[in-house]
C-alpha cells in the first residue's frame, strides 16, 4: 500500500542497494552515497531530527559526530538550492 508523498518500491531498493551496513567511514564516503539520490531528484529529510533517523537506519551509523557533519552538509546542499532558483 502506498500513500501520497511514499517512496517507491524502486527508490527503496536502490538506497537498500546503495548503503553498506558498516556504519564507519569518512564523512566523504557518505555523502558520495547520498549524491545519486540528490541527483536523481529524490529528496533527503529537511528536519534533523528525521535526518539523523534516516541516516542512522539507512546506513547503520551510530557516531554523531559524523552524523551532524553530513547535516552540515545537508543544511549547504539546501542553501545552494535556495539561491540558485
Known amino acids: 500500500m502506498t500513500g501520497v508523498g511514499s517512496p517507491d518500491k524502486s527508490t527503496l531498493t536502490t538506497l537498500k542497494m546503495s ?3 558498516t556504519g564507519t567511514g569518512s564523512v566523504e564516503d557518505f555523502k558520495a552515497k547520498l549524491q ?4 536523481k ?5 529537511k528536519v534533523e531530527i528525521k535526518f539523523i533517523n534516516y541516516v542512522k537506519n539507512c546506513f547503520q551509523m551510530t557516531g554523531q ?9 545537508r543544511k549547504e546542499v ?8
Open 41 to 45: 531528484g529524490g529528496s533527503l529529510p
Open 65 to 73: 559526530e559524523v552524523i551532524q557533519d553530513l547535516w552540515q552538509g
Open 78 to 85: 539546501s542553501l545552494k538550492e535556495r539561491f540558485q532558483q
Open 36 to 39: 545519486p539520490t540528490i541527483e
Open 19 to 21: 548503503a553498506q551496513p
